[in-house]
T-cell receptor, first 114, second 110 residues
Framework: EPEVTQTPSHQVTQMGQEVILRCVPI?????FYWYRQILGQKVEFLVS????????KSEIFDDQFSVERPDGSNFTLKIRSTKLEDSAMYFC????????????FGPGTRLTVL | ELKVEQNPLFLSMQEGKNYTIYCNYS?????LYWYRQDPGKSLESLFV?????AVKQEGRLMASLDTKARLSTLHITAAVHDLSATYFC??????????FGKGTKLTVNP
């Protein structure tokens, strides 16, 4: 069964460094999302992306964050200058067809900012 | 804006017992989802509830939705250790994004 994949599984970085988290959506899925989960807390929406544009973003998704689909397959989340509080698990989710269909989650990338 | 509240946040129960997790939401939610998360792992979809009165069952888990009361429940029947995990409900209200509750950490003891 097709799955969403994410790389790397764990990223350790120094505060102030840039990181890029990668997601490979399920083939023919058209809607893409990033969520994050700080350790022990709930899952929070960051951004949704469709047709090469951001369709919605949360207050968390400030100017330090950006998303793109550079090559038509990968979907990336970039954090320009990481802060300690960016340490979290980042999940990619993708949807086939209508944006209100079920979201399929990737395995996540654990980001640790030192 | 949609808000989702779950209770209890922590649940310790004995094998063989029944219990219910509650999920209240603040405004209209087009759909209601239940996910399971094992420690350090991703979110596994359990149920998608689409309409008032919807009831879905899978093994020892049964989920229901009452849109008038803005309430969904996840009922656990005759719990077994393998059900130990964190369970999240999530709504989708007027927007494609999922709004999650804080999760219920379930521990099933022998």
């Amino acid at each position: 069964e097709p799955e969403v994949t994410q790389t790397p599984s764990h990223q350790v970085t120094q505060m102030g460094q840039e990181v890029i988290l990668r997601c490979v959506p399920i083939s023919n899925h058209l809607y893409f999302y990033w969520y994050r989960q700080i350790l022990g807390q709930k899952v929070e929406f960051l951004v949704s992306f469709y047709n090469n544009e951001i369709s919605e973003k949360s207050e968390i998704f400030d100017d330090q964050f950006s998303v793109e689909r550079p090559d038509g397959s990968n979907f990336t989340l970039k954090i320009r200058s990481t802060k300690l509080e960016d340490s979290a698990m980042y999940f990619c989710a993708t949807v086939k067809g209508s944006s209100y269909n079920e979201q399929f989650f990737g395995p996540g990338t654990r980001l640790t900012v030192l | 804006e949609l808000k989702v509240e779950q209770n209890p946040l922590f649940l310790s129960m004995q094998e063989g017992k029944n219990y219910t997790i509650y999920c209240n939401y603040s405004t209209t939610s087009d759909r209601l989802y239940w996910y399971r998360q094992d420690p350090g792992k991703s979110l596994e979809s359990l149920f998608v509830l689409l309409s008032n009165g919807a009831v879905k069952q899978e093994g020892r888990l049964m989920a229901s939705l009452d849109t008038k009361a803005r309430l969904s429940t996840l009922h656990i029947t005759a719990a077994v250790h393998d059900l130990s995990a964190t369970y999240f409900c999530a709504g989708q209200g007027g927007s494609e994004k999922l709004v999650f509750g804080k999760g219920t950490k379930l521990t099933v003891n022998p």
